[in-house]
């Protein structure tokens, strides 16, 4: 089945820095990647999605790009703000019946001052 | 808010004791699915479902848990006999014909 690895787990940066999150996948089947951010407490809140026939998407400050040929895609934050901190997950899906997602380990965002 | 909505919110059980959750899609969406999401980790598939039908169960889900979708509207996920293993996160999402699944905000389960 697929597998997602995400790094970093932890990352700080300072308020007006950008911000990096990459992941990587094991199923070439895979052909939709979403990113969702998720605040104590809460469900995983979708923040932005990428197709496989696409390999740039962009949404006011956040970016995803993806390298279908290198099985990996990433998350860029420009411009960080304090109410950017929460734990960011990436997840990928073959597809199928289910188009079931298989996430990564997340990363843990903080914006500092 | 995404629109789906799960009940309750917080539950607390003891050992061997049945529980029962419900997630409310977002309305016309006919794909539902129910994950657990344990700390510090991803959310993890459980079982798929279009419209009433359960299509999809992951090798997590053992013979304790059953879940339903009456009618293809709200769902229920049931444990029975909840061992101290099973306490998580779980959250239901929605969505249509597409890829994309939107979260309710979960139920989180402790067992003692």
């Known amino acids: 089945g697929e597998n997602v690895e995400q790094h970093p787990s932890t990352l700080s940066v300072q308020e007006g820095d950008s911000a990096v999150i990459k992941c990587t996948y094991s199923?070439?089947?895979?052909?939709?990647f979403p990113w969702y951010k998720q605040e104590l407490g809460k469900g995983p809140q979708l923040i932005i999605d990428?197709?496989?026939?696409?390999g740039e998407k962009k949404d006011q400050r956040i970016a995803v790009t993806l390298n279908k040929t290198a099985k990996h895609f990433s998350l860029h934050i420009t411009e960080t703000q304090p109410e950017d901190s929460a734990v960011y997950f990436c997840?990928?899906?073959?597809?199928?019946?289910?188009?079931?997602?298989?996430f990564g380990t997340g990363t843990r965002l903080q914006v500092t001052l | 808010d995404t629109g789906v909505s799960q009940d309750p919110r917080h539950k607390i059980t003891k050992r061997g004791q049945n529980v029962t959750f419900r997630c409310d899609p977002i309305s016309e969406h006919n794909r539902l699915y129910w994950y657990r999401q344990t700390l510090g980790q991803g959310p993890e598939f459980l079982t798929y479902?279009?419209?009433?039908?359960?299509?999809?169960k992951s090798r997590l889900l053992s013979d304790r848990f059953s879940a339903e979708r009456p009618k293809g509207s709200f769902s229920t996920l049931e444990i029975q006999r909840t061992e101290q293993g099973d306490s998580a996160m779980y959250l239901c999402?929605?969505?249509?014909?597409?890829?994309?699944?939107?979260f309710g905000p979960g139920t989180r389960l402790t067992v003692l």
């Open positions: 479902f279009q419209n009433e039908a359960q299509l999809e």
């Open positions: 990428i197709r496989s026939n696409v």
């Open positions: 999402a929605s969505g249509r014909s597409t890829d994309t699944q939107y």
């Open positions: 199923d070439s089947a895979s052909n939709y």
């Open positions: 997840a990928a899906s073959s597809g199928g019946t289910a188009s079931k997602l298989t």
